[in-house]
């Protein structure tokens, strides 16, 4: 009787196997990126004085984000996360950040260099923009589609998305599919799982 009963539960582990192993193996398997769009021309001034273009990024895996200063709400939690994707690949000369501020006329070249220095932005390559607020408005909301804009009843008196824009190294923006196939488009910035993912796409993308 026994005998019988080791059969049957070596024969239920053994067709657990061969449906498990297949969805264990998927959940690990290397996300696909696909192209979201190609990021437009741009050319702002950073914490250091210094103009800042395109090809600054060429051959290079980037972040974009949009924030302020003075932002009383989301900002600090989105470069806290920032700053832990520059710590993960730290040292790496591809790998680049661009902050671009909603409020650039608070927000001159003096003043991100000290809020750069606050928040532990050491990274070579991450330079925080400032410039001509429509053109900086016209590449959040039409360029990158993350929304940025004024709003006198918003705290802080400036509303943007929270989210994180990963480039490639050809200037294209990146990102994987969700569980149904279509692309997430960008990260959230504020939530630790989709940074973690952002963190596993920048290294896929390093290796192309």
Known sequence: MKKYSYIGVAFIILIFGIYAVPKIVGK???????????????EFTNQNGELISNSFYEGKVWVVEFFFTTCPTICP????????IQDEFYGNLDFGIASFSINPKHDTPDILKAYAKDHGATLKNWNFLTGDQEKIYELANTGFTLFAGENSD??????????????????????????????????????????????????ILLKE
């Open 28 to 42: 690990f398997k290397t996300p696909t990126l696909v192209k979201i769009a190609e990021v437009p021309n741009f």
């Open 77 to 84: 939690k989105m470069n806290e996360n920032m700053v832990k």
């Open 154 to 203: 918003a705290a802080g008196g400036f509303e943007h998305s929270g989210m994180f824009a990963l480039i490639d190294k050809e200037g294209n923006i990146r990102s994987r599919l969700d569980a149904y196939g279509n692309p997430i488009a960008f990260y959230d910035g504020l939530d630790p799982k989709t940074v973690q993912m952002a963190k596993e796409d920048i290294a």
